[in-house]
């Protein structure tokens, strides 16, 4: 019963958390007062970021000079890499070289060395056959090139010394930074492995609530109760006190629901309950009584029947409960989650209810719905999240390639609508038995509600441009 309109919601939400603190690397700063070992450090630190980029096939002097691997055939395998790009696309870097800040000149007589000895390391040679590289896979290579072509050379040194500031402990200290630069960019399994547990916790955070909705049901029946009992025990108790009208405490519905076994299972296992919520049940409590449909309900002539006994509490979660500002409250003070899923596990609250007025028997043998349809939807969340993770760079290649240079600025897009149409052209490329038209819509509307006011029409025409792309690639079958 967790569909994919939420299912898709999560993914964007723990997507942009997880790809926000991947999105750059984090540059080191010089600290203030540093010694001579450390300023020289920080400086080549900042130049063999650029070398890196050199090698890469990116120029790093804004055309001020010719490229280091001039008259070299570029190799594909490293030239304009993921690593490589995500190095260009960071400011700091960019004002480096704007600025002209940087000094890879100093490396002119070692470098077309360097690039013709990586071919022959181990680790490029595990690369080359992978076949669609992932950025993990670009930091473990060139992590390998610093240590053993950086580090360990003895003409990078060489060249190095040349500098009148050279100290071989700042030396030390200008590889470590760069290791470190690209280790913490890679070193995000803990935090991948994270992610993906919130965005399962996250699921199931929502199948809890939709199980905390149903048991606000008897709660507020008994909290009902509790107060008829109080009421007989008044000091001058009127008949009305003393003979209350039960009706609404011996709603069949609230009673089905209480005695369900298979919620009374998942709460039992999962310890979900309003125990310590008095102050809202009680206010849910005033407000139902106080409500039209309550007083209608209890001036029925008769006895109600089980229809009648589910109607009223449709009602009242559609017209007091749900709605209710306190209900948002607290659901916000248990659960970071809970208010973005109130609506829709508020409508399949309403969808369990209607399934209890449909059964002849009075709700004997109807359970709550299951957390997932089928395994399929099961695994979508999962699949999508790892989809994008996985293909990151080159989904947002496609969004950049199409992006209106004269009206947008790719660099200054909203990250938020980056995530929304990498993740829905994943699920675009990924998930050939969902019509296009659907999946476009889902993540406009998604776009609608938390991006920016134009992020709608905006990612519409981004991602009609990148499906007419794909189609011409054959990439594309579905309609």
């Given at each position: 019963m967790i569909n994919r309109v939420l299912i898709r919601i999560k993914v964007v939400q723990l997507l942009y958390s997880y790809l926000l603190s991947q999105e750059e690397f984090k540059i080191a700063t010089l600290q203030d007062n540093p010694s001579r070992d450390r300023k020289y450090g920080y400086g080549l630190y900042l130049d063999l970021l650029l070398l890196v980029l050199e090698l890469s096939g990116f120029d790093t002097t804004n055309g001020r000079a010719q490229s280091l691997l001039h008259g070299l055939t570029l190799n594909k395998h490293i030239n304009k890499n993921q690593l490589a790009k995500a190095l260009n696309d960071i400011d700091a870097i960019r004002e480096l070289i704007l600025l002209d800040k940087g000094n890879t000149r100093q490396f002119s007589d070692i470098a077309a060395d360097i690039y013709k000895a990586i071919p022959e390391l181990p680790a490029y040679k595990s690369y080359a056959k992978i076949k669609k590289p992932l950025m993990k896979d670009d930091v473990t290579l060139w992590l390998s090139i610093i240590t053993n072509l950086f580090e360990k050379n003895e003409a990078m040194i060489n060249s190095c010394r040349r500098n009148e500031q050279f100290t071989i402990n700042g030396f030390s200290q200008g590889i470590e930074m760069l290791k470190a630069t690209l280790s913490d960019y890679s070193d995000n399994s803990s935090l991948l492995h994270s992610s993906r547990a919130a965005l399962d916790k996250a699921l199931n955070k929502a199948y809890e609530l939709y199980n905390g909705l149903l048991m606000l049901i008897p709660e507020i029946t008994q909290a009902q109760a509790e107060r008829l009992e109080r009421a007989k025990e008044k000091y001058y108790p009127t008949d009305e006190d003393l003979h209350p009208d039960t009706r609404f405490?011996?709603?069949?519905?609230?009673?089905?629901?209480?005695?369900?076994?298979?919620?009374?299972?998942?709460?039992?296992?999962?310890?979900?309950?309003?125990?310590?919520?008095?102050?809202?049940?009680?206010?849910?409590?005033?407000?139902?009584?106080?409500?039209?449909?309550?007083?209608?309900?209890?001036?029925?002539?008769?006895?109600?029947?089980?229809?009648?006994?589910?109607?009223?509490?449709?009602?009242?979660?559609?017209?007091?409960?749900?709605?209710?500002?306190?209900?948002?409250?607290?659901?916000?003070?248990?659960?970071?989650?809970?208010?973005?899923?109130?609506?829709?596990?508020?409508?399949?609250?309403?969808?369990?209810?209607?399934?209890?007025?449909?059964?002849?028997?009075?709700?004997?043998?109807?359970?709550?719905?299951?957390?997932?349809?089928?395994?399929?939807?099961?695994?979508?969340?999962?699949?999508?999240?790892?989809?994008?993770?996985?293909?990151?760079?080159?989904?947002?290649?496609?969004?950049?390639?199409?992006?209106?240079?004269?009206?947008?600025?790719?660099?200054?897009?909203?990250?938020?609508?980056?995530?929304?149409?990498?993740?829905?052209?994943?699920?675009?490329?990924?998930?050939?038995?969902?019509?296009?038209?659907?999946?476009?819509?889902?993540?406009?509307?998604?776009?609608?509600?938390?991006?920016?006011?134009?992020?709608?029409?905006?990612?519409?025409?981004?991602?009609?441009?990148?499906?007419?792309?794909?189609?011409?690639?054959?990439?594309?079958?579905?309609?």
């Open positions: 405490i011996d709603n069949k519905f609230a009673r089905a629901i209480a005695e369900n076994e298979s919620l009374c299972d998942y709460v039992e296992k999962t310890k979900m309950n309003w125990e310590t919520d008095v102050n809202l049940i009680e206010s849910l409590r005033e407000a139902v009584v106080e409500s039209d449909d309550y007083k209608a309900y209890m001036s029925i002539k008769g006895e109600t029947t089980f229809e009648q006994d589910v109607d009223l509490w449709r009602n009242l979660f559609k017209n007091i409960i749900l709605p209710s500002d306190e209900l948002a409250d607290t659901l916000e003070s248990k659960s970071i989650y809970w208010n973005d899923d109130l609506h829709v596990m508020g409508t399949f609250v309403l969808k369990t209810i209607r399934r209890f007025a449909q059964s002849p028997d009075g709700g004997i043998g109807i359970t709550p719905l299951p957390q997932f349809k089928d395994r399929e939807d099961s695994d979508f969340g999962p699949e999508l999240f790892m989809n994008v993770v996985n293909h990151y760079e080159e989904y947002k290649t496609l969004v950049e390639q199409y992006v209106n240079t004269t009206r947008w600025d790719a660099e200054r897009l909203a990250f938020m609508d980056i995530v929304i149409m990498v993740t829905a052209i994943a699920e675009i490329i990924n998930y050939p038995a969902i019509p296009i038209a659907v999946s476009l819509n889902e993540y406009i509307e998604i776009a609608n509600a938390y991006s920016t006011p134009r992020s709608g029409q905006f990612i519409n025409g981004i991602l009609y441009s990148v499906i007419n792309h794909l189609r011409e690639e054959g990439r594309l079958l579905t309609k």
